[in-house]
Structure formats: structure tokens, C-alpha cells
């Protein structure tokens, strides 16, 4: 009730209701059943203070009072108490509940980083691993390529020292050839040169019978036209054999390099 004694809004709400589970009752109309629509009644109306549940119980209750309203009025008192105490409980198991989501959700949340950090990392190592890689078969590629080279410059050396060789056996069997040739000449110029020589020393003794005696010393150009002529075949040789022992010398030369 308000301080001028009229009835509270949710008060007369309450009673309104308790008519109406009254009105709906059917059979005897005892203690019990009135204890038990006041219970039900307060459930379905809030904003009562319990000790104003009370008052209003007990002022629904003296309309049925007996010898036992003492009784009735502690039983009353009993069920308020333990509907009061059944909500606490009920508030302190939902206050552990939303604590209890609060730490999964919490233990959730840090285990979701973790995995995440995880897999970060995992992503991290496996992208050095790949630059690793990268790195390896580009110095393999590399040690490959040079490696080929290598080879080509030592298969070209090769080759060309082949080549040198071939060109400085073919020209040692050609100076060869040349000078067993010149060896097989050699004494049929001979023979043609003795042959020659009675002749011109005919010639010789008739200049000498029509020079004067004066004259009897040979002059410069006597002496000069007396000279023998140099050997033709001698001379090819010389040509011949002097380029040869210059190409030997040059691959002689090429081999002893590095």
C-alpha cells in the first residue's frame, strides 16, 4: 500500500489475479490452496517487495482465520522464504553460468590465436624452405651450366689440338714426300752439270789462243762467268722445308702453353 493507504499498481494487479484464480478454483477452498494461488500469483507478477507479499497474504488469509492462523501465517512466511532463497540460487547458478561461458569463450578466443600464430609460422617456415629450394636448384642450374661449358671449352681444345696435329703430320709427310723427291732428281742434275762443264772448258781454250798475251791474266768478268751456278733443287728444298720447321715450332709451342 502507498502512504496514503490506497493499493499500489502492481498491488492491485496482484489481488486482480489472485480473483481470478479464486473465481477458477474448483472443490473445498482450503488453507493450502489459498497458500498455494498466493504463491502462484506472486510468480506471475513482479515488482512485489517480499515483506509487502507478506502483509497482503496475511490480509488475504484473515478473511479464513481459525484457530491455526498462527500456523497458517509461519507457513506462509516459510514458502516466501524458500521462493526467495530458490531465486537467489537460481541467480547465483546463472551468474556461475554466464561466468562459466565467459571463460570458454575466453579459452576459445586464446586458443584460436594460438592456432592462428601456429599456422602463421608453419606459413613462414614453409615460404623459407621454399626460397631455399629456389636458391639450391638456381646453384645447381648454375654448377650445371658451367659444368657444360667446361666441357664444350675442353672438348673444343681437344679438337683443336686434334686438328694441329693432323695439319702437323700432314705437312711432316709432305716435307717427307718433298725431300725423297728432291733426293730421286738429284743425281740426274748432277750428270747434266758434268756434262756441261767439257764444253765450257772447250770454249774457254779457244778464247784463250785469240787473246793477246797481254791478256794472259783472267779479267774480273772471266772470273766472274767461271762461278758455278747455284743447284735449282737445293733451293727448292730450302723453300720447302724452312715453312715446315716454323709450323712445328708454333705447335711444339701451343702444347707447352697452359
Same mark, same amino acid.
Given at each position: 500500500?502507498t502512504?496514503?493507504?490506497?493499493?499500489s499498481?502492481?498491488?492491485?494487479?496482484?489481488?486482480?489475479?489472485?480473483r481470478?484464480?479464486?473465481?477458477?478454483?474448483e472443490?473445498?477452498l482450503?488453507?493450502?490452496?489459498?497458500?498455494?494461488?498466493?504463491?502462484?500469483?506472486?510468480?506471475?507478477v513482479?515488482?512485489?517487495?517480499?515483506?509487502d507479499?507478506?502483509?497482503?497474504?496475511?490480509?488475504?488469509?484473515?478473511?479464513y482465520?481459525?484457530?491455526?492462523?498462527?500456523?497458517?501465517?509461519?507457513?506462509?512466511?516459510s514458502?516466501?522464504?524458500?521462493q526467495?532463497?530458490?531465486?537467489?540460487a537460481?541467480d547465483s547458478?546463472? =551468474?556461475?553460468?554466464?561466468? *562459466?561461458? %565467459? &571463460?570458454? #569463450? $575466453?579459452? !576459445?578466443?586464446e586458443?584460436r /590465436?594460438? @592456432?592462428? +600464430?601456429?599456422l602463421a609460422?608453419a606459413?613462414?617456415l614453409?615460404e623459407?624452405?621454399?626460397?631455399?629450394?629456389?636458391?639450391?636448384?638456381?646453384?645447381?642450374s648454375q654448377?650445371?651450366?658451367e659444368?657444360?661449358?667446361?666441357?664444350?671449352i675442353q672438348?673444343?681444345r681437344?679438337?683443336? =689440338?686434334?686438328e694441329?696435329? *693432323?695439319? %702437323? &703430320?700432314? #705437312? $711432316?709427310? !709432305?716435307?717427307e714426300?718433298? /725431300?725423297? @723427291?728432291? +733426293?730421286?732428281?738429284e743425281?740426274?742434275?748432277?750428270a747434266?752439270?758434268?756434262?756441261?762443264?767439257?764444253?765450257l772448258?772447250?770454249?774457254?781454250?779457244d778464247?784463250?789462243?785469240d787473246?793477246d798475251?797481254?791478256?794472259?791474266?783472267?779479267?774480273?768478268a772471266?772470273?766472274?762467268?767461271?762461278?758455278?751456278?747455284?743447284q735449282?733443287? %737445293?733451293?727448292?728444298?730450302?723453300?720447302?722445308?724452312?715453312p715446315i /720447321?716454323a709450323l712445328?715450332?708454333?705447335?711444339v709451342?701451343?702444347?707447352?702453353?697452359?
Open positions: 500500500m502512504k496514503d493507504g490506497a493499493l499498481s502492481e498491488q492491485t494487479e496482484f489481488y486482480k489475479a489472485f481470478e484464480k479464486m473465481n477458477a478454483f472443490g473445498d482450503l488453507v493450502d490452496n489459498i497458500e498455494q494461488m498466493l504463491l502462484e500469483t506472486r510468480e506471475h513482479d515488482g512485489i517487495p517480499h515483506e507479499f507478506i502483509q497482503m497474504a496475511e490480509a488475504v488469509l484473515n478473511r482465520r481459525n484457530d491455526n492462523s498462527g500456523a497458517v501465517s509461519e507457513r506462509i512466511r514458502l516466501a522464504a524458500e526467495a532463497a530458490n531465486q537467489a537460481a547458478a546463472r =551468474l556461475v553460468e554466464e561466468a *562459466r561461458l %565467459a &571463460e570458454v #569463450a $575466453r579459452l !576459445a578466443e586458443s /590465436l594460438v @592456432e592462428e +600464430a601456429r609460422e606459413a613462414r614453409a623459407e624452405s621454399r626460397l631455399v629450394e629456389e636458391v639450391r636448384v638456381a646453384d645447381v654448377i650445371d651450366i659444368a657444360r661449358v667446361a666441357e664444350g672438348l673444343a681437344e679438337e683443336h =689440338l686434334a694441329q696435329e *693432323r695439319l %702437323a &703430320e700432314e #705437312a $711432316r709427310l !709432305a716435307a714426300t718433298l /725431300l725423297a @723427291e728432291e +733426293a730421286d732428281e743425281p740426274g742434275l748432277d747434266d752439270a758434268a756434262d756441261e762443264e767439257p764444253d772448258d772447250a770454249d774457254a781454250a778464247e784463250d789462243t787473246l798475251a797481254q791478256n794472259a791474266l783472267p779479267s774480273p772471266s772470273i766472274i762467268d767461271s762461278e758455278p751456278e747455284p735449282e733443287g %737445293a733451293s727448292s728444298v730450302v723453300k720447302i722445308v724452312v /720447321l712445328l715450332g708454333g705447335v709451342v701451343f702444347f707447352l702453353l697452359p
